[in-house]
């Protein structure tokens, strides 16, 4: 039923969108007319070639340069030009043969040509075309102010989108999706400038040497992202054969991960953080790796001595992670998701808020993941059970808000959005 109102809302959405855009397109070239068939080809041809070189982001969607293509256009030829080079940028190859969804080329579509229509209506307005010298100040602010203004519709309206669909915070997605591109922004911008001002001054042959850079950075931020992925696949490859040679804790990490994800979304953390401490969550007993086979999978009950080596492993995880760049800051949830509140942890004694949240999170989905699997030994706890363990330890182990969260979402259980399996009672 919520399904079905999300799609209806969603679909309401993409035909506003999709009108809203074809309608400015057609207002735009009605007021301002004039089109430059050069324009159109050169730049035309341009747009599709650096259309098929977008960089996926952390979540979702993707960036690319166009937008400091279409805005030297729109500077060179004016807004009817502009907004032709826009409409060339749509059709994208790749999105076609990766069969992406038709009503998210419509929105694309649609969003895109009204966020640019805005900018370049903008644009016309206060751009001083009257101007000899091209670096006038003015003319140089306001193509910098209509980039940010494309930026921030072109990004809201797809936030929107993913909103209504998740049913996500829309803040907390431009956060995470969008923030880490405003900085590229200004870059795009310098950019636009650059081409506009080789192409009016010396020929439209100097288009060569400003869209290289323009092709090598949008590459450069394209293996970046998919170097990250990358190298967080590779390790979890790691995570899971170590896993499968432990056989009390198979499926453990990723269970974990699930754990904290919730948690986090209950602390109303922002999607940054809450992918972080996925992150973290997933690599925190990858420090296992060093101790030996025969202690993990002991029978009978661990000597001092091995308790000794299982203590070590927050410290070599925190280690490990303290390589990956976009995670070491916030390692330490890792160093610490053995500690308790009251101090009586490993493998310092941190207490209370010498513990940072991170690990007070990761320290909660890893006690509840433990009580709720089955052991060779004993079966796993259910989830009445599993509540009262986590209420009769909290303040002492457990932090009491993080702690709070997580009894109210094992309580709700059917009213989240399961991609997890709650309180399961099974080993996988
Ligand atoms: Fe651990």
Redesign the pocket.
């Known amino acids: 039923m919520r399904e079905e109102r999300t799609k209806s809302y969603l679909l309401l959405y993409v035909v506003v969108i999709l009108t809203l855009g074809i309608f400015s397109l057609l207002l735009v070239l009605i007021k301002y007319r004039d089109v430059s068939i050069i324009g159109l080809v050169i730049f035309g041809i341009l747009i599709f070639t650096s259309d098929n070189l977008n960089a996926p982001l952390p979540k979702t969607g993707s960036i690319s340069v166009n937008f400091g293509i279409s805005l030297a256009s729109l500077i060179i030829f004016g807004p009817a030009t502009g907004m032709l080079v826009t409409f060339i940028s749509i059709f994208n190859i790749k999105e076609f043969i990766k069969r992406v969804p038709y009503y998210k080329h419509l929105f694309n579509a649609g969003q895109y040509l009204l966020s640019f229509a805005a900018a370049s209506v903008f644009f016309e307005a206060f751009y001083d075309r009257s101007q000899t010298n091209f670096f006038y100040a003015r003319n140089i602010w306001i193509i910098f102010l209509v980039t940010y203004i494309f930026f921030i519709l072109n990004t809201s309206l797809t936030a929107g989108a993913i909103s209504i669909s998740t049913g996500m915070n829309i803040l907390n997605i431009w956060v995470f999706n969008f923030a880490w591109i405003v900085p590229f922004q200004f870059f795009l911008s310098a950019m636009a400038i650059a081409i506009a001002f080789l192409y009016i001054r010396f020929s439209p042959f100097t288009l060569i040497f400003t869209s290289l850079p323009l092709i090598i950075a949008q590459y450069t931020y394209l293996l970046r992202v998919k170097e990250r992925r990358t190298l967080l696949n590779s390790i979890m490859q790691i995570v899971k054969i170590m896993e499968a040679k432990d056989i009390y804790t198979a499926g453990h990490s990723m269970r974990v991960a699930d754990y904290s994800e919730l948690i986090a979304r209950g602390l109303k953390l922002n999607e940054y953080d809450i992918e972080i401490v996925r992150n973290l969550a997933s690599l ?2 990858i420090g296992k790796i060093q101790i030996d086979l025969s202690i993990l999978n002991k029978m009978k009950k661990l000597s001092c001595k091995d308790w000794q080596e299982i203590k070590k ?2 410290i070599v995880s925190y280690e490990i992670v303290q390589q990956i760049d976009f995670l070491k800051e916030k390692a330490t949830a890792i160093l610490y ?2 500690e308790r509140i009251d101090g009586t942890g490993y493998p310092f004694g941190k207490k209370g808020d010498e513990i940072p949240l991170f690990a007070k999170i990761l320290c909660v989905a ?1 006690a509840y993941d433990a009580m709720s699997t089955n052991r060779p030994y004993r079966s796993g706890k259910s989830v009445g059970e599993s509540i009262i363990e986590l209420e009769k330890n909290k303040g002492t182990q457990f932090d009491e808000q993080v702690c709070d969260v997580m009894i109210e979402i094992l309580k709700n259980k059917n009213a989240v959005p399961v991609t997890f399996s709650l309180g399961e009672n099974e080993k996988s």
Request: proline share 14%; no cysteine; charged share 30%.
């Open positions: 925190h007993d492993h927050p998701h053995h890893d």
